[in-house]
T-cell receptor
Framework: GDSVTQMEGPVTLSEEAFLTINCTYTATGYPSLFWYVQYPGEGLQLLLKATKADDKGSNKGFEATYRKETTSFHLEKGSVQVSDSAVYFCALSGQGAQKLVFGQGTRLTINP | GAVVSQHPSWVICKSGTSVKIECRSLDFQATTMFWYRQFPKQSLMLMATSNEGSKATYEQGVEKDKFLINHASLTLSTLTVTSAHPEDSSFYIC????????????FGPGTRLTVL
């Protein structure tokens, strides 16, 4: 079945550092790919998404490119802030399906 | 953005009792809602798909008689954990895609269930 594998955390960085959180997937057909973020005490929020190969999703300075050849959707940000501290989840939805398959989540802590 | 609420936000119950968790879409209609379970420091695992006006679809390994789902209207789905036991303690999260935007889902804030 479909699956998502994320870089294990926790990840701790200093403010203004460059961030990469790796995500790879296994799926049949052409899934849609997502990054969700869960801030402390809050529900999951969609951060960005890409629905076809070579699409780049971006939001709040974060970017991820749908790479079909490497089955990856790595999350990047050039300069992180303390307010980016949260748990990040990579997820996919299969072609024509709505239900999401999540990676294990990566806890990110940014120190001032 | 769209809002999904859950009630209660946390609940503590005795072993053997039943607990009902509500999931509401506040400003949009959803024919489908999803129920997830999240263990500490782990990912969300899909439990079931709640379908308005019809039976829920359960994922493999999820006991449908233990986790009763009712999707009574286009804005409300309920999950009832029957005869709860300590191993049912977990964080339960619902999500809903608006009817008009099916590749986007909005998540509720979650319900923390603790069974003593």
């Amino acid at each position: 079945g479909d699956s998502v594998t994320q870089m294990e955390g926790p990840v701790t960085l200093s403010e203004e550092a460059f961030l990469t959180i790796n995500c790879t997937y296994t799926a049949t057909g052409y899934p849609s790919l997502f990054w969700y973020v869960q801030y402390p005490g809050e529900g999951l929020q969609l951060l960005l998404k890409a629905t076809k190969a070579d699409d780049k999703g971006s939001n709040k300075g974060f970017e991820a490119t749908y790479r079909k050849e490497t089955t990856s959707f790595h999350l990047e940000k050039g300069s992180v802030q303390v307010s980016d501290s949260a748990v990040y989840f990579c997820a996919l939805s299969g072609q024509g399906a709505q239900k999401l398959v999540f990676g294990q989540g990566t806890r990110l802590t940014i120190n001032p | 953005g769209a809002v999904v609420s859950q009630h209660p936000s946390w609940v503590i119950c005795k072993s053997g009792t039943s607990v009902k968790i509500e999931c509401r879409s506040l400003d949009f209609q959803a024919t489908t809602m999803f129920w997830y379970r999240q263990f500490p420091k782990q990912s969300l695992m899909l439990m079931a798909t709640s379908n308005e006006g019809s039976k829920a679809t359960y994922e493999q390994g999820v006991e449908k008689d233990k986790f009763l789902i009712n999707h009574a209207s286009l804005t409300l789905s309920t999950l009832t954990v029957t005869s709860a036991h300590p191993e049912d303690s977990s964080f339960y999260i619902c999500s809903a895609p608006p009817q008009s935007v099916t590749d986007t889902q909005y998540f509720g804030p979650g319900t923390r269930l603790t069974v003593l």
